[in-house]
C-alpha cells in the first residue's frame, strides 16, 4: 500500500519523517512520497550530524557505506561548480550571462575529464548520476548533456513567457512550446524537447542485478518555481536516502539559478523504501537509530559558539 | 576551461554571447587577474616524474586556483587538514588526480584501492601522486 509523508520544510525534517514512517509501518514499504517544500533551507545540525556519525564510510554487514557528501556528489558534484553567484535572467547583462554559462560549462567539463577515475570507484563501475545527466550514457566526456539541453530550454521558455509577462502555470510542451517557437530570434539550432525529465537509464539495459536505483528525475514548472520529482525503485532509507536529499536539493538549486525560475519543492518517490533492518540491527536498531537522530545536538558553530 | 565548450566534444551548450557588451551585471574577472590557463597544461609527465612532494603540493594548490578561477594569492577555499596541508573534498581530490593523470598519460591509481586518506588533502594527495608516479617509473625501468 502506498504512502504518503506528510511534507517537510528541510530535508532533515523530511528524511526523519520517512524513516519513521517506514520503520513504524514494517520497515519496507511500496510507493512512499517524500516531499521537501523548502529543498533550500537549511539542514538541521544535530539531524545531519547524527546521519554523519552513522555513516562513516566502509562496510557494514556486508553492505558499503558512503558518507552523505559522497552519496550527494554523484547526483550533483557541488565543489566542482563555481557558483556565481546570482540566476539567469533574459535580461542579465552578456558578462553575466557569460560568468554563468561559463560556471556550468567549466563544471561539465571537469566533470567529464574525471568520469574515467571516478568510474574505478566502489560502486561507481557502472557510471554514476550526474554522468548519466551530464554525458550520457555516463561513463565518459563527449556524452549527451541532458541538464544543458534542459537549461537551454527553460531558458527559452523562461524568455518566452516574460515576452508575455506571464511566466505563471507554464507547462513544459504545450503551452512552453509555443512560448518558445514564437520567437522571432530563436536560434536554429535551439533545442526542442519531448521530455522535460532526465533520464538515468536506457530502456535497452537489461541488467537483473546493480540496475540503477534512481531512474527518473522530472521537473515541472508552476507559478514561476521549478520543482523536481525523483523515481526511485529501491530507497535505501539509511545508507542513501539522505545523501540522495542532499545531492537533488543541489541539482535543483543549480538548474533553478541557471534557469532564472524560483526553486519549488523536491518529491522523492521509493516505489520501495527500505529502513534496512538487516544491515542496522532490525527493528531494535532502527528504534536506536531514531532516537539518536532525535536527541543528537547540532554542532556548535566556531564562529559563534551556538547550535548550528 | 571555456565557455560554449564545443571544443571540449561536449557541444555548444549555452547562447551564444551577444555582440555588444553591456554595462552592468556581474563581470567576468580579468584573465590576468585569476590563475589562468587549462588546469594542468604547463605540465608534463617528466615534470611529475622530478618533482619533489613538496613541488607537488604547490602544484595541486595552483591546478585548485584553476579549478576555482582564482587568483593564486587568494585564500584557497578549505579548511586545514591535521597533517598541515589544505583540506579538499573527496570529488575535488579525484579531479585533480585525474587532471594529473591526464598530464602523465594514463591513470595514476584505481580509486578502489587507494587509502581515504590520501584524498582528504593536499599533503595526502601529494603524496599519493608521488607514490604512484614512483612506481610506474620503477616498472618501466625494470622492464
Known amino acids: 500500500m502506498s504512502m504518503y509523508v506528510p511534507t517537510a520544510s528541510t530535508i532533515s525534517q523530511a528524511w526523519l519523517a520517512t524513516l519513521d514512517a517506514v520503520h513504524h509501518a514494517g520497515g519496507r514499504k511500496v510507493n512512499v512520497l517524500t516531499t521537501v517544500s523548502e529543498p533550500e533551507a537549511e539542514e538541521d545540525g544535530g539531524i545531519r550530524a547524527a546521519v554523519d556519525a552513522l555513516l562513516i564510510p566502509g562496510h557494514k554487514q556486508g553492505t558499503s557505506i558512503q558518507s552523505v557528501d559522497t552519496v550527494a556528489n554523484t547526483i550533483f558534484p557541488a565543489s566542482l561548480y563555481n557558483d556565481p553567484g546570482f540566476a539567469w535572467s533574459p535580461d542579465l547583462a552578456p558578462n553575466g550571462a557569460g560568468r554563468l554559462d561559463l560556471a556550468a560549462s567549466d ?28 554525458t550520457w550514457p555516463g561513463k565518459k566526456a563527449g556524452g549527451v548533456n541532458q541538464l544543458a539541453d534542459r ?31 514564437d520567437q522571432p530570434d530563436v536560434a536554429e539550432d535551439a533545442v526542442y524537447i519531448d521530455d522535460i525529465g532526465l533520464q538515468t537509464y536506457a530502456p535497452t539495459d537489461r541488467r537483473l542485478r546493480g540496475f540503477p536505483c534512481l531512474v527518473h528525475i522530472d521537473l515541472t514548472l508552476l507559478d514561476g518555481r521549478l520543482s523536481m520529482l525523483a523515481v526511485y525503485r529501491h530507497q535505501y532509507l539509511i545508507t542513501k536516502a539522505y545523501g540522495n536529499l542532499v545531492g537533488l536539493s543541489r541539482l535543483l538549486s543549480f538548474l533553478a539559478q541557471q534557469t532564472g525560475f524560483a526553486v519549488g519543492e523536491l518529491a522523492v518517490q521509493a516505489t520501495l523504501a527500505d529502513t534496512e533492518r538487516s544491515t542496522f540491527g532490525g527493528k531494535s536498531g532502527i528504534d536506536k537509530i531514531l532516537s539518536t537522530v532525535r536527541t543528537t545536538p547540532a554542532p556548535l558553530r566556531l564562529s559563534q559558539g551556538v547550535p548550528a | 576551461m571555456t565557455e560554449n565548450s564545443a571544443a571540449s566534444g561536449i557541444g555548444k551548450l549555452f547562447f551564444p554571447p551577444a555582440e555588444d557588451a553591456a554595462v552592468g551585471g556581474p563581470s567576468v574577472p580579468a584573465a590576468d587577474a585569476i590563475a589562468a590557463g587549462r588546469p594542468g597544461a604547463a605540465l608534463s609527465a617528466a615534470d611529475l616524474e622530478s618533482m619533489s612532494e613538496a613541488q607537488l603540493q604547490a602544484e595541486i594548490l595552483t591546478l585548485l586556483a584553476q579549478l576555482q578561477r582564482r587568483r593564486l594569492a587568494e585564500p584557497a577555499i578549505g579548511q586545514a587538514h591535521p597533517d598541515g596541508t589544505l583540506g579538499v573534498d573527496s570529488m575535488t581530490a579525484v579531479w585533480v588526480v585525474a587532471t594529473l593523470s591526464k598530464v602523465y598519460g594514463r591513470k595514476l591509481v584505481n580509486l578502489s584501492k587507494v587509502d581515504r586518506d590520501s584524498l582528504r588533502s593536499v599533503g595526502g594527495l601529494a603524496g599519493l601522486v608521488r607514490h604512484a608516479v614512483d612506481g610506474f617509473s620503477q616498472s618501466v625501468g625494470a622492464a
Open chain 1, 107 to 134: 563544471l561539465f567539463e571537469a566533470y567529464g575529464e574525471m568520469l574515467p577515475l571516478l568510474c574505478t570507484a566502489d560502486g561507481n563501475h557502472l557510471g554514476t548520476y550526474f554522468g548519466r545527466m551530464s
Open chain 1, 151 to 181: 537549461i537551454k530550454y527553460l531558458r527559452l521558455t523562461r524568455k518566452g513567457s516574460s515576452r508575455t509577462q506571464n511566466v505563471a502555470d507554464i507547462a513544459i510542451g504545450g503551452e512552453a512550446l509555443a512560448a518558445v517557437t
